[in-house]
């Protein structure tokens, strides 16, 4: 679990890289594309990468302090609108969309042995309801 004490950058900071690398990211979806989501995934991990390599380096040029290992999962919980019959009425959309759809459960668990005071981990979820989607995002550094 992530602490302040053991995390390479502020706890603060890790939700705001999480954040703009799904934001970024998922900004542009009008819902859960299949097709699309190894590519989102991607992405994202790679932002998030790139930024916590940047800012947990001491100096330019040296080699990182911490090892990083990032997951990202995608998860399809709705029936997009546009999917539903167009010659519904708004009422009667929300209603199918209910009756079809509704949340998909997710739950994921990850443990890990090493040096608390120096390795960790943190996880991170995006709400991306009114797309259809959701993210979640887990980072596991290893101080090296």
């Not at 989501?37 to 990468?49: D, G, K, M, S, V």
């Not at 999962?73 to 546009?82: A, E, F, G, Y």
Request: charge should be negative.
């Amino acid at each position: 679990m992530a602490t302040e004490t053991n995390c390479p950058i502020p706890i603060k900071r890790l939700e705001q890289i999480a954040a703009d690398a799904c934001n970024n990211v998922l900004e542009t979806a009008e819902f859960y594309e299949h097709t699309k989501t190894a590519q989102w995934n991607e992405t994202i991990i790679q932002r998030i990468l790139k930024a916590l390599i940047s800012e947990s380096t001491p100096e330019e040029g040296k080699q990182p302090a911490y090892k990083f290992a990032i997951n990202s999962t995608i998860v399809q919980h709705l029936v997009p609108n546009s999917q539903l019959n167009k010659s519904t009425t708004s009422t009667d959309a929300d209603a199918a969309t209910k009756k079809q759809a509704g949340r998909r459960g997710m739950h994921s668990a990850t443990g890990g042995f090493w040096n608390e005071k120096t390795d960790g981990m943190w996880s991170f979820k995006w709400d991306g309801e009114a797309k259809g989607l959701d993210a979640v995002v887990m980072i596991i550094w290893i101080a090296i």
